[in-house]
């Protein structure tokens, strides 16, 4: 999962999309299923991970 969201090519068509895209899956990953193991080595690896999505997606900090 750390390889899906973390490590995102930057030849894809549509930059901001891809951003918002990875910025979903990562929260929805770390709210839904590593929040919730026994054991959390790489959480604050995570947690910098969506903070540097959030800060490069607009769209990605917007309620909706």
């Known amino acids: 999962m750390w390889q899906l969201c973390s490590c995102i090519p930057s030849t894809l068509p549509d930059p901001k999309a891809v951003s918002l895209m990875t910025a ?4 929805s990953f ?27 997606s607009q769209a990605a900090c917007e309620v909706r």
Do not use: R
């Open 24 to 27: 979903k899956l990562s929260t």
């Open 30 to 56: 770390v709210l839904e299923t590593f929040i919730h193991s026994k054991e959390k080595p790489t959480m604050l690896q995570w947690i910098e991970l969506l903070t540097k999505q959030f800060n490069n």
